[in-house]
């Protein structure tokens, strides 16, 4: 755990921050996750809780750790302008509920990272820490980009469709996207298959930051909060594991394909079942990227049409062009789409006498090259990336886990654990067995 050296002396806030401040000094000139940083107010909260950590009065295991927030939520101390042109000086002086609560806990809050345009496909600046050429994902790529770097330990990202969870592959990032509406969104409630989670270096931390802002700021109105150990869940042996291949895995290159069959033959030879494939549930699944994102389009073009109304020039062609579908879908073909979705939701339901989760590859392959959107030219398919393996777990409101397991070409590639909605604590602790496991029958031990 990150801040295990503080309750021992061995570290210190202040210390582990400055030395956070001089990686982001190194590498944001390349790699360009942050938005804006905070570094005055981060070394006065990392002071306050050196001393409280000398003191032995820690406000949670949390405390002193580091964190960066998307561009998504709003900060106090900080604008939050969405990676929109249209929010350009937007500083709304008040904090999201899970800010809130990672103050509470004692969490250094150093800066806002870089989101692609509200959340959408529309990329940002930030480049992949493993290759300046290629896309750390999005929507929440400087979060991703901030970790992967070894910036901070930990940080704060959003998923309606693959926002966390591919973001995390690409960058060698562990990443908890949990049950939907397990964590208080606060002022982002529009939308409902938005979540919030986190980015971490470390399991423990991923599942310490989540568990510290859901036992203070809860779940979204009406729903359960993340719910588990105060202490990252204990490796735990799966009673079966199925496998989820989705639409994307007849384009799967060959040797991240080759890569996901190898693990999986690592996972067979402990012994656990490894299940495929579920046909009913697969066909079901064919169209999910779509159906999440024609969904989503829907429920945020209301204030996607006040705000291009309002800014024309301030919103890409790309979010016009999502509007524009969504005008056309109108109520009735809004209502099929949500008859779809509980289709696929009862078929995954189902599966739950037959495996405790099922795997899959985090992204289709290692972080493609960039492609931005050029002036005159059609826009580019997937600019941060195919979210074809990320849909099916925001569409079914499911926990999931994307563990760093894999090397494709000398690039990260992540697996990524999906249980049964409400099972995060499970599907933590199984992600954390797969982890254990495939690395150390990787290495013959």
């Known amino acids: 755990m990150t801040v295990q050296a503080f309750s021992t002396g061995e570290d210190s806030p202040r210390d582990y921050l400055e030395r956070c401040l001089h990686t982001i000094a190194e590498r944001e000139p390349t790699v360009r996750a942050w938005v804006a940083l905070n570094a005055d107010r981060a070394r006065q909260a990392a002071d306050q809780s050196t001393k409280r950590w000398r003191d032995g009065t820690p406000l949670s295991p949390i405390d002193g750790l580091p964190i960066g927030i998307k561009d998504l939520l709003e900060t106090r101390d900080l604008p939050t302008q969405m990676g929109c042109a249209a929010y350009d000086g937007n500083f709304p002086r008040r904090d999201n509920a899970a800010v809130w609560a990672l103050r509470q806990a004692g969490a250094v809050i150093l800066g806002k990272t870089v989101t692609s345009e509200l959340g959408g496909t529309h990329p940002g600046p930030t480049t992949n820490p493993f290759d300046p050429a290629r896309t750390p994902g999005g929507s929440s790529s400087g979060s991703a980009a901030a970790v992967g770097a070894g910036m901070v330990p930990a940080a704060i990202g959003t998923q309606v469709v693959g926002s966390i969870i591919r973001p995390a592959s690409y960058c060698g990032n562990w990443a908890l996207k949990p049950s939907q509406g397990a964590i208080n969104r606060g002022e982002r409630q529009a939308t409902s298959m938005s979540t919030h989670g986190v980015h971490a270096a470390r399991a423990e931390d991923m599942w310490l930051v989540a568990i510290a802002i859901a036992r203070r700021a809860g779940g979204d109105p009406g729903m359960a909060p993340l719910a588990g150990p105060d202490a990252v869940p204990e490796p735990h042996r799966p009673f079966a594991v199925g496998v989820m291949e989705t639409e994307g895995w007849v384009g799967l290159d060959a040797s991240s394909r080759a890569a996901f069959e190898a693990f999986l033959d690592r996972l067979a030879g402990t012994g656990v079942p490894v299940v495929r494939r579920f046909d009913r549930f697969e066909a079901l699944l064919a169209g999910v990227r779509e159906l999440t994102l024609d969904i989503t389009g829907w429920e945020n073009h209301w204030g996607l049409r006040n705000l291009v109304a309002q800014h024309p020039d301030g919103v890409s062609a790309r979010a016009k062009a999502v509007l524009e579908a969504a005008e056309k879908l109108g109520v009735d073909g809004y209502a099929e789409l949500l008859r779809r979705r509980a289709e696929v939701r009862r078929a995954h339901a189902a599966l739950a006498s037959e495996v405790d989760v099922v795997v899959s590859l985090a992204s289709p392959g290692p972080a493609p090259l960039r492609s931005d959107d050029l002036p005159?030219?059609?826009?580019?398919?997937?600019?941060?990336?195919?979210?074809?393996?990320?849909?099916?777990?925001?569409?079914?409101?499911?926990?999931?886990?994307?563990?760093?397991?894999?090397?494709?070409?000398?690039?990260?590639?992540?697996i990524q654990v999906m249980g049964q909605p409400g099972s995060d604590a499970r599907v933590t602790a199984i992600a954390r067995w797969v982890a254990v496991t495939a690395a150390a029958r990787e290495d013959g031990h």
Not at 388 to 404: E, K
């Open 376 to 414: 005159g030219e059609p826009l580019s398919q997937w600019p941060t990336g195919d979210p074809v393996f990320n849909a099916p777990s925001s569409l079914l409101g499911a926990p999931v886990v994307t563990v760093p397991v894999l090397s494709v070409d000398g690039l990260p590639v992540g």
